[in-house]
């Protein structure tokens, strides 16, 4: 089994930065990748990226190119999510999920962290 948590969630000015963290444990051996989603209230869940937990091969959708990005430590079985420039249309639940099949099936999700974003 995988388990994964997020932090660094808050409230952020428009502008402003801010850094989430997803811890992941478990049997962290079987992970192909770990995807950045979020979930805005009365909209889909939107994927932002994906980093492949071996090389660190990134994924990032275009809509958030440029200002967002993504990393992990093997070290610290962490990912984070960079996100700058932030602007009130970010504001939403941010999940964290690992693929252990490569088949882009995301098994095990962490309970998330809120982003609020004020203008």
């Known amino acids: 089994q995988v388990q994964l948590v997020e932090s660094g969630g808050g409230l952020v000015q428009a502008g402003g930065s801010l850094r989430l963290s997803c811890v992941v444990s478990?049997?962290?051996?079987?992970?192909?990748?770990v995807g950045w989603f979020r979930q805005a209230p009365g909209k889909e869940r939107e994927v932002l990226g994906i980093i492949r937990w071996s090389d660190a091969t990134l994924y990032v959708t275009d809509s958030v190119k440029g200002r967002f990005t993504i990393s992990r430590d093997l070290a610290k079985s962490t990912t984070y999510l960079q996100m700058n420039s932030l602007k009130p249309e970010d504001t939403a639940v941010y999940y964290c999920?690992?693929?252990?099949?490569?088949?882009?099936?995301?098994?095990?999700w962490g309970q998330g962290t809120q982003v609020i974003i004020s203008s």
């Open positions: 999920a690992a693929d252990s099949t490569s088949a882009g099936k995301y098994d095990h």
């Open positions: 478990g049997r962290t051996s079987s992970i192909y990748a």
